[in-house]
């Protein structure tokens, strides 16, 4: 029994050595440039020049020493290891976007396929600004009849504006361009810009605090978001921290009372992008001072009414609607900083309307009601039959719509949203995905009931899914790194982004079956499908009453 002891001793002291000398050191001798590692006797200084750290007061993500890198559209941290990784191998994300995939050449777009021209907009906007000053002069009068001193809020609206530049660059196919130089710095903008205005959202403001309790969907106000706005007149939705990054959604929670994620919000616009949609506005994370940036800056009387000091003393405020207006729906600072998404607006619909449109695949908002696409197989045999979906490239959007919440594990997606200017030739805005990222230990296969009960999906989302597939661009480490550019980083904790790659599996073997069923011509359909003429304000029949929609 000894002698077996000592043996087994022996071969773990070895074990450890070979770890030791063939791993751990090379490792370390690549990163901290100890004797023996083959680099050059260069001042220790991090990718592009700037300094080496040992910690980000900003929350960078833990583990070894800290270095800065490039991530493309922004500057973000790494460990250590992963920048090695990066100098030896190059960025993902930079390979990523460089492939031909990411390249490929739209159709010429005619003036009709953008959005909105310089001039008007601008018209639109100076006219905004104007009635702001305004109510700032109202504001102002009416303190000074008071004896109140009030803090002025002027404002500059600057042609040249990241945001005014992203409402400018929407087009028929996406949000914005590939290659598009203005969006890193709308991202800077939205995560430092000097905010000068706090209020609810409109969808808030409309409930008018009254909200019916019996409701099993309750309305938007019970999310709690603000609409923030800076002093170049851009505006951003704030959506606070409300579940920290650790803790799944429980198993018996339904889908549509599960909490709103900022981080979510964050992960689904850089998970868009990956994917070469570009159809989820812009979205950073943030660190607000609840008392500074909002609280001392608002000149709601309502939102000021909900903030209050917790007995940790810490500040916190909760949603107006009746039924959470209550402590402990509150979201508190720490003791006045809290993380939050800013997500940039779109244009205002009075100069570029949407239509907001049920999901045909649209859930059962009860506790025990099945719609009849989860009890009928051949339910997309009708849908096909039905304007817009028996022509174009509607139906398709709505399976990319279906593939990009399937990885997100997002059930509540009730509406989409599409600008009346496009149309049915225009694509699907991918609005409101903090419901997403709750479980990353479950997937919930009937996300993909589109996909798996039509059976079709453009050639261009499937070559790039099987390309993220790849071991050398796997969709993981991509968004690993594409998400470490965000202030808030880490924004995803390592499950769920390893459940995007499970995910992304089960989306393939989805489609393959497809095509070995009824093969390949069939399923994998040619993009820019040209839409027939055919009646704008057509709509299938609706399903069962929809929810409220939420933001």
Known sequence: MRRDRILVASTLLFLLAVDVYFVLLPRLRETYLLPGGERCACPRHGINGTLAGNGSANGGAGGGALLWVSYGDGVGTATAMEAAEMMMGGSRLERLFAHPLYNMQLPEMRPDEVLLQPGELMDYYRRKVARWERQQRHFSDAASAANLSLVQQPVTLDPEA?????????????????????????????????????????????????????????????HLKLALKFKDFGKAMFKPMRQERNQETPEDFFYFVDFQRHNAEIAAFHLDRVLDFRRVPPVVGRLINVSGEILHITRSDDLRSVFFTSPANNTCFFAKCLYVCKTEYAVCGHPDLLEGSMSAYLPGLSIAPRISIPNPWIRSYSFAGKEEWEVNPFYCDTIKKLYPYNAGNRLLNIIDMAVFDFLTGNMDRHHYEIFTKFAHAGFLLHFDNARGFGRHSHDELSILAPLSQCCTIKRSTLLRLRLLSQPDLRLSAVMRESLGADPLRPVLTEPHLLALDRRLETVLRVVQRCVGRLGER????????????????????????PPPRTR
Not at 174 to 196: E, F, H, N, V, W
Not at 204 to 218: H, I, M, N, P, R
Not at 523 to 545: C, K, N
């Open 162 to 222: 990241s945001w005014l530049k992203f409402h400018l660059g929407i087009n028929r196919y996406a949000l914005y361009t590939r290659d598009d130089p203005g969006l890193a710095r709308l991202l800077q903008d939205l995560s430092s810009s000097s905010i000068i205005s706090a209020d609810y959202t409109q969808d808030e403001k409309a409930l008018k605090g009254v909200c019916d309790c019996s409701q099993v969907v309750k309305p938007s106000g019970h």
């Open 522 to 545: 069939q399923v994998v359909v040619a993009d820019f499908v040209e839409v027939p003429e055919g009646p704008a304000t057509q709509q299938p029949p609706p399903p069962p009453p």
